[in-house]
């Protein structure tokens, strides 16, 4: 085989089957769901798929009017379809790092941008964080995932995660929290010296602080962008 051949990029690239169940890894940035009857996914995460698979956007009503309003808030930062039937399908979002997670009665709540795909098994609720002076856009809901069943998280680049201990509080940035252990609950702080540079209305004036006993999980990223208040 010749160097850089087609048939050796082909080789290099070609789909492949590992066995790992119904979330495998078919690149660090491409899901592969060997679909057997439905999963929740994120709306618009759909590359690829073969087989008899259907796809249908979450009802407004299809969960009960708590979540109702919750989503009408959220918008599109929380939109997710079901994907429903047998056959191979591939998820991926913007080129993110994939992180499979199977969850044994645990609890984990992902930012909304983060959330790839999860089992219907698991139990799952939005949640508002409008608790702040400054809205840090893109950052305000999250998901809470709890029970038992797999879900796919995303990330740019390599996560980090942190412990919490009730003698070391962590503090992050919004922009940059994908998930944290879902007995924490975040506190809003405002840092406001850095508020005192002239012409500078950065982001990291606002700051996540998680206390207790847990964790939280960063990325090397910020997402978003950060609007004041009025």
């Not at 009503?61 to 009408?72: N, V």
């Not at 808030?73 to 992180?99: C, V």
């Not at 959330?115 to 840090?136: C, N």
Request: with cysteine.
């Amino acid at each position: 085989m010749s160097r850089y051949s087609l048939s050796e990029f082909i080789e290099k690239t070609e789909q492949e089957d590992r066995g790992q169940g119904l979330f495998e890894l078919e690149t660090d940035r491409l899901l592969e769901v060997n679909l057997q009857q439905q999963i929740w996914a994120k709306a618009g995460s759909m590359i690829a798929y073969e087989g008899q698979i259907k796809f249908v956007r979450e009802g407004i009503l299809e969960h009960g009017i708590g979540k109702m309003f919750k989503r009408a808030f959220s918008g599109e930062s929380t939109a997710l379809m079901k994907a429903t039937g047998r056959g191979k399908l591939y998820l991926a979002d913007q080129g993110k790092k994939i992180s499979i997670i199977r969850f044994h009665n645990d609890t984990l709540c992902v930012s909304a941008n983060d959330l790839l795909a999860f089992e219907p098994s698991l139990k799952w609720d939005v949640k508002l964080m409008r608790k702040v002076a400054g809205i840090v856009s893109g950052g305000l809901f999250n998901i809470r995932l709890e029970g038992e069943g797999m879900a796919a998280i995303t990330t740019h680049y390599e996560p980090l995660t942190l412990k919490v201990t009730p003698d070391k509080p962590v503090l992050t940035d919004p922009h940059a929290t994908v998930a944290w252990s879902g007995h924490l609950q975040p506190e809003f702080v405002a840092d406001v010296s850095f508020k005192t540079f002239v012409g500078r209305g950065s982001g990291d004036s606002v700051q996540m602080k998680f206390s207790g006993e847990g964790f939280v999980v960063v990325q090397p990223f910020e997402e978003g962008g950060y609007v004041q208040q009025n």
